[in-house]
């Protein structure tokens, strides 16, 4: 656990994983499966736009 700018981080309990995008997935139904934003998953794969295509591997960031 460390602490910037009053914000605390629990280093042990995140994780990072490889998701590969499906047929009918969208950030936003992503973004639910894993408990964060459609914003944070954009912003960690350098996305300009909502728009994914299936088999596009995108780097999320989610609590164990």
Known sequence: TWNTSGLTFDVA???TLTY????GD????IAQQFHTT???IRSWN????DRITPGERLTIHTKR
């Open 38 to 40: 459609v914003a944070n």
């Open 26 to 29: 969208s950030l936003s139904s």
């Open 13 to 15: 309990s995140r994780v």
């Open 20 to 23: 590969y995008v499906r047929k």
């Open 46 to 49: 350098g996305l300009k736009s």
